[in-house]
Structures are given as structure tokens and as C-alpha cells.
């Protein structure tokens, strides 16, 4: 067999354009009409969500690159022009696919069921006039337009916000005529309104806000004749521009940064796709943009608010099926969690089982007179967090509370600012990780006096300390008091909050220091099992796989004979299917109800019978291996991990109906059951956990 150079880009993917892809499946969720109407379209607005935090980071970093004349190339050897003018035709194709799925599917599957989005043409009388009424007392009091004279100059644009460029004719009270004017949505108000029943001839009729405005503009320029209005939104560079080695003050160099994120570099324009080519020219030249930065749609610019729909209607039928979380046997007997811990550890996986226990976890340990001391890592916990609350309460009856809170966890910065804010004020000690490294790790150690002992608890997860994702992303979280695990994780801690070098760690593997060297350590004795004529599994199931020496160790070990499955939600740069190279591998990519979230490795170890299980905070991407503190953990207690291994692995590898599978070109291809049986992971974990 040829040597082959496990190096040449050819055999990398480009992350950016992975990341494409997957929004291309989510749009697919869309249009799968097995899916429940409201979901379709819940999913048509996540699409539309991400590819706006796309262009806010990846499209922005790019461009970035470009201004400065960068010649840097990732594995796959693409320069950042290259990968931005194939980002932007793939972009405009997903942005097209979004507003046909809309128009052609999701609309008139709605107003078979119902439920309307109301365009101008169809108000009926009494219609127009509760929407002109709604107008008048809601809306106008709130719109300040702008006229463009050189008194008025071209407004500042706010990130992703809803606006109107209007056309106009005649000369004001002021004998001005400049023929132009810019009107701002208010973000105070809904983009979905609500008509109400006695207005309306169906059960669930909705209108936009920029139909109610369009409707109307012609009342805020009286005695001028309106040519048009047209609907556009600017989408920013959202990436903060943080020095690390250049400030004295983390919170304060991100409180000043923060704004700037509302008026930064612009990265695309979205307006109407009836928008004159004149106004469409002046608006890109406002905002030093160029013609294909340009994205017209047949709808509204705002796509994502539509997800207001699937709250405003209550139809159970046209969502999916609700469920009970499952609560863990062995806390049903016994709610103190402490004691039962002495029986073994919990293994939880969200949201099949219930987030309830981590927080009750907390709440227990805040009023139990033998606790002395808590630490945690927060990285996202949403608003009114349960979890915070029950920090608070510890610090409050004079527990040592301690929190490591990643104050650049993107687009929560703002919310962990003020996080931080709370808990000192009640007497908790508030670190911000480690300058240059984000904290992305999932801990909190307990520790708790008793007798003449004092005993660690800990808690690591694979994703955050937030109980509403808790419900709709996939995670496993681990309770444990074994004693090993619970002196890693004080060593991680005294790491975080102090100085000094790293401990070495028993059973935790950790990044940026032990778990990249981990990984490729567990690759290498697969290789040599199979060299040896022993079994040798690899199954890994992450969201994203960007790291080129992971990559070519994997590559290697298919190389090498052996049997490599992937479960990989997102990204991958990885090429499957290429001869004498990744013939052995096999990327799979579910995408269903559930986000998929966990982390999860998976060795062989050589057949016998000790496989090795670890689930973790980190994916294979090279910032999380090298740039950030992540936590990865062995499931050591045996049916512990079969049952892991079971449903958390092979469930996936057996689904046949929202898996899709890796083709060594890039692009993805859904599997079918065909005449087999139809297998759904999620499916499936649902009915083994919960109560339907």
C-alpha cells in the first residue's frame, strides 16, 4: 500500500463550510413532514438563528482575516477569501432554501390546521381595523422616524434589528425633500401580533409588526407621498475584541466592550426582495458592504421571531409529545442525595432524566449544617436560575461559596456580568477562570463534615448548569463521593481560583494539559490491539471534530484496521471513505427534537473486558483541547457504563431515521429505513426512561 500523507488538505473538511451543512439539516427538519407543524417551524427559526450567530462570528472572522491581508490556512489549506466566497454561495443557496420552505410548506400547512400569518391582502374589514386601532395606540407612540437631510444623517443601525428604508415624494412642513427616510422597530415591540378571535375569522390569526408598519407608514409623513417601504436588517461582527495580555480587569474590559457589539463592522444585509437595486446599492455603501454580502428574501428579514407562533398556540397535537422526566430509583427511596451516594455513583442523562437532582443537590447542601464548602464552575444558567438562587442561600448561612464564572461564555457576557455582581454581593467568592483560557468545564465539588471525616461531592456534566436546556439538550451529568474524584477536582479548583503548577490528576483527564496527550494515548493502544490481531473499537459522540492531530491519529487507526464510528452533531473536518486512509471510518450526525449535546468516548481497550468509557465537557476541536479548561471523566461502575454505552452510543449507531451519514465529499446523505424496522435513538431513550 502507498504511503499516504496524512497531512494533505485534501483529506480535511473546512469548518466553516461543515458548519453550513448542519444548518442544511436542520432546515431538512423543517420540511420533514413526519415532524409535528409547530416543530417544522420551530426548526425553520433555529435554522434562521444560527445562521445569524454564523455571520455574527465565523462570516466576521473571515472578513476580519481578509482586512488584515491574512495568509493563514487552516488543515484543509483554504485561504480566508477562498473560504468566504465558497461561505457566501452556499449561504445565499441555504438563505433561498429557508424562504421557500416557508412560503411553499410551512404556511399553507398552517392555514390548513388554522393557524394564519396574515399578509396585507387578506385583512378583511374588521381586521384592518383593529390592526389600524393596535397601530395608533401601540405603535406609533413608540416609531421615531428619521428623515436623511444633512441635519439628519444616516442613523446608527442596531445589530439584527428591524428596519425600513422609505422612498418618498414632496416637500415637508420645512421645505425639505431629501426622499428618503429610515424607520426603526422598536425592540420593545412583539414582531408577532395576535389578532384577536372576534377580529378574525379563524382560530389563530397573527400578523407581522412590519406589516402593521408597512401597513401605515404614510402616517408618519403626513402630507407627502410615500414610493415605498421596504423592510431590511444588518447582521454585525459580534465577536468581542478582548486582549487578554493587555488588561488589568476582565469584568471592567468587557463592560466596555459590550456595546460596541450593537454597532459593529456590518457582515450582511438582509432586506424585501422587492427592495429597488437603488435603495439596495445605498444601503451597502452605508455600511461598506459588497454585492454579495447582499441577501434578499421572499419574507420577513426576521425569520427567527416566527418561533412567537409555536408559543402563542396552544394545539398539543402539532407539537411533540410531552414527557415526564425520569427521576433516578435509587433518589425516589431515598431524597437525601449525600446518603445516596454512599450507595454508589448517579449517573444522569438530561433530558430523559430529570435536572432536578444537580439542583436539589445544591439546595441540600445549602442548609446542611455539615457542609462547609461549595465550588462551582458557570458558564450559561439562563435567567432566574435555581441554581444560582440556591448558591446564594449558601453564601448566605456563611458556607465558603466559591464560583468560577467564564464571564466570556458568547452572547452571555452581559448576564454573567450581572451573575457575578449578585453573588459577591451576598458574600460568595467570584472568580473569572484564567486569563487566555475560557473556563468551559462543568463542576461542583461539595464538601461536607462527617463524623471525624470530611467527604467530597462532586458533580461534572457535559453540559451547562441550565435547567431550560436541561430540557432540550442531550447531557450526561455524574453525582459521585469517590474519593479520587473528589481530590482531581479540588486540585482543578485550587488551579482555577489560585497560582501554581497543575497537580497530577488520578482520574480526570483535563485540557489544556493531559486530556489532547489522553485522547491520542487511547487511540495509539486501539492501533496497537489491532496490530496485535486483538478487537479494536473506537465509537466517539461529540458536536464537533476539528482537531487536525486527533483527525490524523484517527486516520492512522483506520489505517491500522480499526473500526472507527463517529456521532458527530456538527462540524467535521474529518473525510470518511477515502481508500487507504478512513475506508474504516464511519460519521454519522443526528439531528431530531433534542440538540444533541453530550460528549462521549468510547475504547475497546484491547476486547477485554475492561472497555473504557469517559464522558466530557470538551469536543475534539483544537480550542477546546489547547485554549480552555474542560473536564473529561471515566464511568468506571460497570452497569453504569453499559447502560452509557448501550443507549448513550449504540442506539445512535443503529438509528435509521434521523441519522445522517458523512459522504467523503462533504455533504451529508439521510438514511432511510427502507424495509427495516424504523429506529429513533431519541425515540427509543425516551421510551426506556420516561413515562409518554
Known amino acids: ?23 442544511r439539516r436542520v432546515i431538512e427538519q423543517a420540511k420533514d413532514e413526519t415532524v409535528p407543524l409547530l416543530e417544522r417551524l420551530r426548526f425553520l427559526c433555529i435554522a434562521s438563528t ?77 381586521t384592518s381595523r383593529w390592526i389600524h386601532r393596535y397601530f395608533k395606540e401601540e405603535v406609533l407612540p413608540v416609531l ?32 425639505r425633500d431629501s426622499g428618503m427616510a429610515i424607520v426603526q422597530a422598536p425592540r420593545s415591540l412583539p414582531r ?16 407581522m409588526l412590519s406589516s402593521i408598519i408597512h401597513a401605515h407608514v404614510t402616517d408618519l409623513f403626513p402630507g407627502m407621498n410615500v414610493i415605498g417601504c421596504y423592510q431590511f436588517k444588518v447582521t454585525r461582527n459580534s465577536d468581542l475584541l478582548i486582549d487578554d495580555d493587555e488588561i488589568d480587569d476582565l469584568l471592567r474590559a468587557l463592560e466596555g466592550e459590550l456595546p460596541s457589539r450593537r454597532f459593529s463592522d456590518a457582515v450582511r444585509l438582509e432586506v424585501a426582495d422587492n427592495c429597488p437595486d437603488l435603495l439596495s446599492s445605498f444601503l451597502l455603501q452605508k455600511f461598506e458592504l459588497q454585492s454579495n454580502d447582499l441577501y434578499r428574501v421572499t419574507g420577513p428579514v ?57 439542583i436539589d443537590f445544591l439546595r441540600q447542601a445549602a442548609v446542611d449544617p455539615g457542609v462547609l464548602s461549595i465550588k462551582q464552575t458557570l458558564y450559561r444558567t439562563g435567567i432566574d436560575s435555581a441554581i ?26 452581559e448576564a454573567n456580568i450581572g451573575l457575578a455582581s449578585e453573588l459577591q454581593q451576598v458574600g460568595a467568592h467570584v472568580v473569572y477562570g484564567v486569563v487566555n483560557y475560557k473556563t468551559h468545564s462543568k463542576m461542583i465539588l461539595v464538601v461536607r463534615r462527617e463524623g471525624r471525616t470530611l467527604r467530597r461531592y462532586v458533580h461534572l456534566g457535559t453540559g451547562n448548569y441550565h435547567a431550560r436546556t436541561a430540557r432540550l439538550y442531550t447531557d450526561y451529568g455524574l453525582l459521585t463521593c469517590d474519593k479520587a474524584i473528589g481530590e482531581d477536582v479540588n486540585k482543578l479548583f ?69 473500526k472507527i464510528d463517529l456521532i458527530i452533531r456538527g462540524i467535521c473536518c474529518l473525510r470518511p471513505g477515502v481508500k487507504n486512509v478512513s475506508e474504516n471510518i464511519n460519521v454519522r450526525s443526528i439531528v431530531g427534537r433534542f440538540l444533541e449535546h453530550t460528549r462521549v468516548y468510547y475504547f475497546q481497550n484491547g476486547g477485554n473486558d475492561e472497555e473504557l468509557v469517559f464522558c466530557s465537557s470538551a469536543d475534539w476541536m483544537t480550542r477546546n483541547l489547547h485554549h480552555r479548561v474542560e473536564v473529561c471523566f ?59
Open 144 to 175: 421615531s422616524p428619521i428623515g436623511l437631510d444633512p441635519a439628519h444623517p444616516f442613523p446608527k443601525v442596531l445589530n439584527k434589528n428591524l428596519y425600513f428604508i422609505i422612498s418618498l415624494e414632496g416637500k415637508d412642513a420645512f421645505g
Open 50 to 126: 444560527n445562521l445569524d450567530e454564523f455571520f455574527e462570528i465565523r462570516v466576521a472572522g473571515l472578513k476580519q482575516q481578509i482586512k488584515l491581508a491574512s495568509m493563514q490556512t487552516g488543515p484543509d489549506n483554504l485561504s480566508p477569501t477562498e473560504v468566504l466566497s465558497r461561505v457566501s454561495e452556499t449561504a445565499h443557496q441555504l438563505v433561498l432554501e429557508q424562504y421557500s420552505v416557508w412560503n411553499s410548506m410551512i404556511i399553507p400547512a398552517l392555514a390548513k390546521d388554522k393557524i394564519r400569518l396574515l399578509r396585507r391582502s387578506q385583512w378583511k374589514l374588521q
Open 494 to 562: 485550587h488551579q482555577l481560583t489560585g497560582l501554581g503548577r497543575a497537580g497530577k490528576l488520578k482520574k480526570l483527564l483535563q485540557s489544556p494539559f493531559t486530556l489532547h496527550k489522553g485522547i491520542l494515548s487511547y487511540i495509539d493502544k486501539e492501533i496497537n490491539a489491532a496490530g496485535a490481531g486483538k478487537k479494536a473499537w473506537i465509537i466517539a459522540k461529540m458536536n464537533a471534530l476539528v482537531d487536525p492531530e486527533i483527525i490524523a491519529a484517527l486516520y492512522k487507526a483506520s489505517q491500522a484496521g480499526v
Open 388 to 413: 444560582v438562587e440556591a448558591l446564594k442561600v449558601a453564601a448566605r448561612a456563611g458556607k465558603e461559596v466559591t464560583v468560577v464564572i467564564e464571564l466570556r461564555a458568547r452572547f452571555d457576557e
Open 1 to 23: 500500500m502507498d504511503i499516504v500523507d496524512l497531512k494533505d488538505p485534501a483529506l480535511y473538511i473546512n469548518r466553516e463550510l461543515s458548519l453550513l451543512e448542519f444548518n
Open 192 to 207: 408577532v401580533v395576535a389578532i384577536p378571535t372576534r377580529f378574525s375569522d379563524e382560530n389563530h390569526d397573527f400578523v
Open 634 to 692: 471515566p464511568i468506571e461502575e460497570k452497569r453504569t457504563s453499559d447502560t452509557v454505552i448501550e443507549y448513550g452510543l449504540l442506539s445512535y449507531l443503529s438509528d435509521n431515521t434521523q441519522a445522517w451519514l458523512l459522504q467523503s465529499d462533504g455533504s451529508y446523505k439521510r438514511l432511510k429505513p427502507g424495509t427495516s424496522k424504523p429506529r429513533s435513538a431519541q425515540q427509543l431513550i425516551l421510551e426506556h426512561y420516561c413515562d409518554l
Open 302 to 358: 426576521n425569520l427567527n421571531r416566527l418561533h412567537a407562533i409555536c408559543d402563542l398556540v396552544d394545539r398539543p397535537e402539532l407539537k411533540f409529545v410531552g414527557f415526564t422526566p425520569n427521576i433516578p430509583k435509587r433518589l425516589v427511596k431515598n431524597t437525601n442525595i449525600f446518603d445516596a451516594l454512599h450507595n454508589g455513583d448517579i449517573l444522569l442523562y438530561h433530558p430523559y432524566q430529570s435536572f432536578a437532582p444537580v
